[in-house]
T-cell receptor, first 114, second 114 residues
């Protein structure tokens, strides 16, 4: 079946540090890949996406590259801010999925300290 | 533009009472609609999804039900709440009519069952 595995948190960083959150997936074919962010007490916001191998999604200084050979979609940001403190979810939609259902990873909590 | 609304934002209910959470979408026709639950400190669980009026797919057998009485309205219900129904409930949609498979989330309803 389809699955997403991401590193468990919490990840604690200082402001301006480099952030990496690892995400690997299992799926047939070429799924669409997503990163969502959830700020405290809020719903999920789409952060970025990629739909084919070697695509790079980017938004708000975050980047992730679709790596088919390693089945990975790691999230990176070069210099984090306190406002980046949130829970980050990696997710996929399998190719030709009924209802375009998302499969989520367990989420990684990130805490950025000033 | 496309928007999604959920209400209420918070709800405290006694065990055994009924539940009705509402979700509406604007700016798109025939969207796919989804209900998720997020228990405290845990990931997201897909409860129901719908690809059209009156079409509901249940992902997890439980104490809850869903209905879609109008194209852009999705309702989550229960006849008798259990303590284990507490959590953060998120509605999401993906645009219909050949649009992207990306899901967009509402602000969520925090339900506490006492």
């Amino acid at each position: 079946g389809n699955s997403v595995t991401q590193m468990e948190g919490p990840v604690t960083l200082s402001e301006e540090a480099f952030l990496t959150i690892n995400c690997t997936y299992t799926a047939t074919g070429y799924p669409s890949l997503f990163w969502y962010v959830q700020y405290p007490g809020e719903g999920l916001q789409l952060l970025l996406k990629a739909t084919k191998a070697d695509d790079k999604g980017s938004n708000k200084g975050f980047e992730a590259t679709y790596r088919k050979e390693t089945t990975s979609f790691h999230l990176e940001k070069g210099s984090v801010q306190v406002s980046d403190s949130a829970v980050y979810f990696c997710a996929l939609i399998p190719i030709q999925a009924a209802g375009n259902k998302l499969t989520f990873g367990g989420g990684t909590r990130v805490l950025v300290k000033p | 533009s496309q928007t999604i609304h959920q209400w209420p934002a918070t709800l405290v209910q006694p065990v055994g009472s009924p539940l009705s959470l509402e979700c509406t979408v604007e700016g798109t026709s025939n969207p796919n609609l989804y209900w998720y639950r997020q228990a405290a400190g845990r990931g997201l669980q897909l409860l129901f999804y719908s690809v059209g009026i009156g079409q509901i797919s249940s992902e997890v057998p439980q104490n809850l039900s869903a209905s879609r009485p109008q194209d852009r309205q999705f309702i989550l219900s229960s006849k008798k709440l259990l303590l284990s129904d507490s959590g953060f409930y998120l509605c999401a949609f993906s645009p219909g009519q050949g649009g992207t498979d990306t899901q967009y989330f509402g602000p969520g309803t925090r339900l506490t069952v006492l």
